[in-house]
């Protein structure tokens, strides 16, 4: 049986599974209508599955990679396609990976917990890595995510890293608005998978309803001047939202995934490293020498006001 993990500070809960790749798979806020979960999760029976990934820290690379295929250092490395209607592979394998559990720490305002995966001869990543996550949950309505990733290995490795959340404010997204900052939308084909192109998309820089918008697009975030930039994702009839932030810069989490899912309950906001297929365009793509380390941040904030 997969076992979970609860964090509690304040009204703040999170549930977590250390064996599923730190998926997050319900968080509590205390809202200005009472305590909600605000993740759109799974349910017992499909955890060990989670067919959409979901909530998910995604490594070595995250999104689509072309035919499972990429080239590194002269070599040539094949992961399993495990999306057959683009024929290409999802997410990597971290989310189905067990973590140690090395560190928790609880006060009256925060409670985190410190998770480390080894990665040492996986099919399609033959290197050598530690990936340590650190969540640390809020009791005024917070989630902070962490991660470190370090190269182990006497060569040099490839590194894209992700996080897969689908966050519901208990409604249809049609009584929702979302805003974003600047941002290009990287165009992709028919598979998925990015031509090279970028367009500007200003849809959102003004907040704008989800009533009639479908998303499944990868965006790119200025690095230029580095810091927090915010997604925006709230219902003014339920009465509250959601604060998605990442840390871009020269080596942030510079790019995001949003996705409106069929049944339209959710928004999947997803912060990465790098782009679509990014073992191969090389967008984002972080490569560590011997013993380097890579490190992002991200989370989600509540906002009471909206």
Not at 202 to 214: A, C, I, N
Request: aromatic share 10%; with cysteine; proline share 5%.
């Amino acid at each position: 049986m997969t076992k979970a993990i609860q964090l509690q500070a304040g009204s703040s809960t999170a549930t977590l599974y250390p064996e599923l790749g730190g998926m997050i798979n319900e968080l509590e806020f205390a809202t200005p209508v009472g305590v909600r979960n605000v993740i759109d999760g799974v349910v017992c029976s499909e955890l060990p599955h989670n067919p959409g990934y979901r909530s998910a820290v995604l490594f070595p690379f995250a999104n689509r990679l072309r035919d499972g295929r990429y080239q590194f250092a002269g070599k040539s490395h094949q992961f399993a396609v495990n999306e057959a209607v683009t024929q290409t592979a999802l997410h990597g394998f971290l989310y189905r990976t067990a973590a140690n559990i090395i560190a928790e720490e609880q006060t009256a305002t925060a409670h985190s917990v410190t998770l480390r995966y080894n990665s040492t001869a996986e099919a399609g990543y033959p290197f050598a890595a530690a990936v340590e996550l650190v969540y640390t949950l809020r009791a005024e309505g917070a989630l902070d995510v962490e991660l470190t990733v370090t190269n182990r290995d006497d060569c040099a490795i490839p590194v894209v890293i992700g996080w897969h959340p689908y966050y519901t404010l208990g409604c249809d997204l049609a009584e929702c608005q979302l805003q974003t900052p600047p941002m290009q939308r990287c165009e992709i084909d028919e598979r998925m998978l990015p031509t090279g192109g970028h367009t500007i998309d200003e849809r959102f820089t003004q907040s704008m309803s989800l009533t009639d918008t479908q998303l499944d697009n990868c965006f790119v975030l200025s690095a230029d001047s580095g810091g927090e930039q915010y997604v925006r994702f709230y219902s003014k009839s339920v009465g509250y939202g959601l604060e998605l932030w990442q840390q871009t810069g020269a080596y942030g989490m510079n790019f995001l995934q949003l996705y409106t899912p069929p049944e339209r309950q959710s928004l999947a906001v997803e912060p990465m490293s790098g782009g679509i297929d990014a073992l191969n365009t090389g967008e984002g793509l972080q490569i560590l020498e011997p013993g380097q380390q890579y490190q992002g941040a991200f989370g989600v904030r509540l906002m009471k006001q909206v």
